[in-house]
């Protein structure tokens, strides 16, 4: 018997010119990639697709939990505004307004008001312009804060120490006597440790089953996440057929590019189907997000209010390389139920707004729905409809997310198992 002849041990540098010309969407390009060469990040760099990136063993494992879950590391648990505005009794020189607090953080254990304005942090005063500048370096470079809010005629203090949260990704709204459900991004792990931002959405959807009220889905500036999160939440809101078609490139067995298809296709029997509903999105609406504006006014029949939506069609897939890098690669094309793609192109508002705020939205309503809005609105209720100047500071960072698939691939040079 003669002894089978072994394949060498690639470089990195070799297993990921490898990896990208088995997987890489944009096949015209692989003949002018570089096979030798000593940087990785070069070799990525040199595609024109700005979404497939290279993580190193260093940085591989937190780029993991950024795109597949909420976490922020060293947080109080609160997002803010800062409102340059007069209050009802006078003009406020304090600016700068909590317009979110997480349940399960520090913030929300010590019973922080939302809406409440923070007069001072660690003792020095929020006043004015400056607010938002001393405040954010307060609370970058501090383990423990100490805040004095003022809510309702009444001065509280807090001492606050930063920690690991993990970050909600449904937010609720009451604006104009309309619900405002904002959803942020599209993500595995949040504060629902096991259903992510879907099992957020529908334990309120759940929640609120009877609910006869129009309501509006809030997309804004949400850049996606994973695949396996948009498209079951678009299904809360449909009640049967095509959801998205998902057409991709992968590796096959004997190591050769493959071309292939899935379709997903929604069940009946979820709290959100039938019920009244406006979506709201602008051009910062990307990705796994626009899988869920599209399927749900393709097949859900609730309309969008905004403009035209980022248009980014294309997805990713993560592969675990040699080295313990973390390759993200565009393999992933997606389509509409109705076949339709809208990469580069966005997805068409059935409402078209110059100004993507709230108002947009309750406007789609009236005009659907009646009148529903309340004749006057107070100063909260103004700066979350984005009628008074302000600035919105969360307290969630995440990077450009995507239609990312969320399984993590391995994959063995020369050949896939």
């Not at 049967?240 to 071309?259: A, C, M, V, W």
Request: net charge negative.
């Amino acid at each position: 018997m003669e002894p089978v002849e072994s394949t060498p041990k690639p470089t990195a540098y070799e297993f990921n010119y490898w990896l990208i010309n088995l997987t890489y969407l944009y096949e015209d390009e692989l003949k002018n990639l570089p096979e030798h060469g000593d940087s990785i990040q070069e070799l990525y760099q040199s595609l024109s697709d700005r979404y497939t990136r290279y993580y190193p063993p260093s940085k591989s494992e937190a780029a993991e939990q950024q795109m597949n879950t909420s976490v922020v590391e060293g947080d109080l648990g609160m997002e803010y505004m800062t409102v340059y505005t007069d209050i009802e009794s006078g003009p406020s020189p304090y600016p700068i307004l909590i317009s979110r607090v997480y349940a399960e953080s520090p913030a929300g254990r010590a019973g922080v008001p939302r809406y409440g304005r923070i007069l001072y942090a660690n003792g020095i005063e929020l006043a004015d312009e400056n607010a938002k500048i001393v405040y954010d370096s307060i609370v970058d470079y501090s383990e423990v804060v100490s805040l004095d809010v003022f809510y309702n005629d009444s001065v509280y203090h807090f001492e606050l120490t930063k920690e690991t949260v993990y970050a909600p990704t449904v937010f609720l709204d009451t604006v104009s006597g309309i619900t405002f459900v904002t959803i942020t991004e599209f993500k595995g792990s949040t504060v629902d440790r096991d259903a992510g931002t879907y099992g957020e959405l529908k334990a309120y959807l759940d929640s609120t089953a009877g609910e006869k009220s129009p309501r509006v889905l809030d997309l804004r500036n949400n850049p996606g996440g994973l695949i396996s999160q948009c498209l079951p939440a678009a299904d809360l809101f449909v009640k049967q057929g095509l959801l998205s078609e998902r057409r991709f490139i992968n590796p096959s067995p004997d190591g050769k590019r493959t071309h292939g298809s899935v379709k997903y296709n929604a069940k009946s029997g979820d709290s959100g189907e039938g019920k009244k509903f406006v979506m709201l999105a602008n051009r910062a609406s990307a990705s796994c997000a626009e899988i869920f504006i599209a399927a749900v006014k393709e097949q859900g029949n609730i309309p969008l209010a905004g403009e035209n939506t980022f248009g980014k069609g294309i997805g990713q897939s993560q592969w675990k390389t040699m080295e313990d890098g973390l390759a993200v690669i565009t393999n992933l094309e997606f389509y509409t139920p109705k076949g339709n793609s809208y990469h580069n192109k966005g997805v068409e508002p059935d409402f078209m707004c110059e100004t993507v705020s709230r108002s947009c939205a309750i406007n789609a309503i009236e005009t659907l729905y009646g009148n529903t809005a309340k004749a006057s609105l107070t100063v909260v209720e103004q700066a979350l409809l984005g009628d008074v100047p302000t600035i919105s500071a969360a307290a969630t960072k995440f990077n450009v997310g995507g239609a990312v698939d969320p399984e993590i691939h391995f994959v063995n040079y020369p050949h896939s198992p």
